[in-house]
């Protein structure tokens, strides 16, 4: 019986394996967050109330631009997630 002759790893490089996303997922997950609050923030207003009208409500900044940033949040948050840095240990071709 031959034995196991591999030093045990140390605990700092278990926890750094052990970690599902890096440094830049983070990051990039921090500016989607951004980008989502900066919709909402574009999409509040007043409101109508049954005394007068607030031609605002149909502003284009409101229905059009708005939403599709905070779309665009939710969508970039896919790739943020999912984004796999190279390795240190990984070869260039």
């Known amino acids: 019986m031959a034995k196991n002759t591999t030093a045990p790893a140390k605990p700092a ?9 890096c440094k830049v997922n983070y ?4 500016a989607c967050l951004v980008l989502i ?3 909402f923030m574009l999409m ?4 109508n ?6 031609n605002d409500v149909f502003n284009s900044t409101r ?14 948050m896919v790739p943020a ?6 390795k240190n ?3 260039e071709d």
């Open 37 to 39: 609050a900066l919709g």
């Open 13 to 21: 490089d278990k926890r750094k394996e052990s970690l599902p996303l």
């Open 27 to 30: 990051i990039m997950i921090a």
């Open 63 to 76: 229905i059009v631009v708005a939403p599709f940033i905070t779309f665009l949040g939710f969508l970039l």
């Open 89 to 91: 240990n990984e070869v």
């Open 44 to 47: 509040s207003g007043s409101s």
């Open 49 to 54: 109330t049954g005394a007068t009208f607030n």
């Open 81 to 86: 997630i999912l984004y796999r840095g190279k």
